[in-house]
């Protein structure tokens, strides 16, 4: 029998509708919320994805802005201008587009953003306060992945899950909220031996780690979640994950497919972050 299928548009579609109606409410209270996209270079992915983000952002009532700059710009004039940001009362979340320009310290950019502004949730305060769990701002892509398995009423408690992928972005976040969530979890990397062998083990099999087709159908146990975070273009030009989706939905329980699965939900998140940092301002 062949696995569900967690359909992340979908349910983003659903999650965007009920932002929409909270963004209302906060107009009705005087209160927009505000997105300050910062671009800087010309790499044309950044572009889509920006562009992608702030269309979502529109479509809900948010109002976003772009700040674009050259592919010279100095570290100094981004920090210079996130503290500008982190300033502005109409800003109530700031991204800066990754990656940046070669001898741009990302890192040192990122943690110059406040960390109730910083709606990726990439800011050392917040990935600490997810370590301890503490309230803050918790990254998009394993936020959405958590709404996904949610929804799809798959347990979490007392299973095991493996997490392939070590990311700040993705991997140790995600491996923390399963954590939250009482799953006995492990986090497999490229220096780890026997992954095959530990991916059948789980009962929630998560791959984030950027490599096309990695996870095949020998490596996933009978009935299992399989989350598939990768983004990855074929030789013929065409998507596809880090999962071989075709011939891992005859084993798996659930599955997500690419594209259509986290990517919309990683979105979808990003707003939801942006919008609870505007109701914040009125402490609601």
């Not at 809900?60 to 981004?78: D, N, R």
Request: include cysteine; proline fraction near 6%.
């Amino acid at each position: 029998m062949a696995a569900q299928i967690l359909d992340g548009k979908s349910l983003a579609a659903s999650l965007r509708a009920e932002l929409k109606h909270k963004v209302e409410a906060l107009v009705q209270r005087g209160v927009r919320p505000g997105l300050a996209v910062i671009l800087a270079g010309d790499d044309p992915a950044s572009r889509v994805y920006v562009r992608n983000k702030t269309l979502a952002a529109e479509q809900v009532g948010v109002a976003s802005s772009v700040i674009e700059f050259p592919a010279s710009v100095t570290e100094a004039q981004l920090m210079a201008r996130i503290s500008a940001l982190n300033a502005e009362r109409s800003v109530h979340s700031i991204l800066v587009q990754l990656p940046l320009p070669k001898g741009v310290d990302g890192a040192r950019v990122l943690e110059a953003i406040a960390p109730e502004k910083d709606v990726d949730g990439f800011h050392e305060a917040n990935l600490g306060a997810l370590l301890a769990g503490r309230p803050g701002v918790v990254p998009c892509t394993p936020a959405g992945v958590m709404r996904l398995i949610a929804h799809a009423g798959v347990p979490l408690a007392g299973r095991r899950a493996v997490v392939i992928g070590r990311s700040n972005i993705v991997g140790k976040p995600l491996a923390l909220l399963l954590l939250q969530k009482d799953a006995t979890v492990t986090i497999c990397h490229s220096k780890s031996s026997n992954l095959a062998e530990i991916a059948r083990q789980a009962d929630v099999l998560v791959a984030a780690v950027g490599r096309a087709k990695l996870v095949t159908a020998a490596m996933v146990k009978p009935g299992a979640c399989v989350i598939d975070v990768g983004v990855n273009r074929l030789p013929d030009g065409k998507l596809a994950g880090d999962v071989d989706f075709e011939a891992v939905k005859q084993v798996a329980g659930w599955i997500t497919p690419v594209p259509g699965g986290v990517g919309p939900m990683t979105i979808a998140m990003l707003l939801e972050n942006c919008v609870r940092a505007a109701s914040r301002e009125l402490g609601s």
